[in-house]
């Protein structure tokens, strides 16, 4: 798996239970969700993302 799948997969896991954490937990975590649709729409324009910094750090094949 390269870094933009895997960037791809959490975006998704996270987005998917800060959904769960909201609906079931508190409404506050919804700001979590706004969080990561926020750094993944200036990802789009910068093309740079803290989490592909990460995992580049941590091995994950470009």
Do not use: H
């Not at 979590?32 to 993302?49: D, E, Y």
């Amino acid at each position: 798996m390269n870094v933009e799948q895997m960037l791809r997969m959490i975006a998704g896991v996270v987005v998917m239970a800060s959904v769960a954490l909201g609906s079931l937990v508190d409404p506050r975590w919804y700001w979590f969700t706004a969080f990561v649709g926020l750094n993944l729409f200036q990802s789009a324009f910068t093309n740079w993302c803290p989490m592909m910094t990460i995992l580049r750090k941590a091995g994950v094949k470009g």
